[in-house]
């Protein structure tokens, strides 16, 4: 199961950093018509509860600032930014970061049980699932973002 696990971090996470790369700098905050937020929070969002699943963010890592739980954890909106809010690029570079960690959880990690269950995940691997699962969401939100603004 693992090598599966690396193959889909790796998958998704290359599709969100092409995507990236591929985006207009002008759309990134720009909150469509329909949406809570915008593109470059969906970014800081997805590193955000990546961080939480697999490290333990904010409590057990400190790889990423404590502030982004406010910025971009479940329930938060770009409207309630005041100052302090990382770049794009920024994140671009903490995401790409993120992926090296996740390609160096020890294979056998995979199979450990949590302490208690989260969102009904057991295990390491479970919530490993899990977080791939909400990365490839996101980015299939951040492409139907870039749709609508671009027919705005």
Known sequence: MSELMYTQ???????????????????????????????????????????????????????????????????????DWSDNVPSVEKLETQLKEQLERLNAIPAKQFGEKLPEPVLGNETVGELAVMAAFHEANHLGRIHSMEKVIKNQ
Do not use: C
Request: glycine share 8%; aromatic share 12%; proline share 8%.
């Open 9 to 79: 971090f790796n998958t998704t996470r290359n599709m969100l950093l092409k995507k990236i790369s591929d985006l207009d700098p002008k759309n990134l905050d720009v909150q469509p018509i329909g949406f809570n937020n915008s593109i470059h929070w969906q970014l800081g969002h997805i590193l955000t509860v990546t961080e939480q699943f697999m490290f333990g963010f904010p409590e057990n890592t400190d790889n990423i600032p404590a502030n982004y739980k406010d910025l971009f954890g479940p329930g938060s909106k770009p409207a």
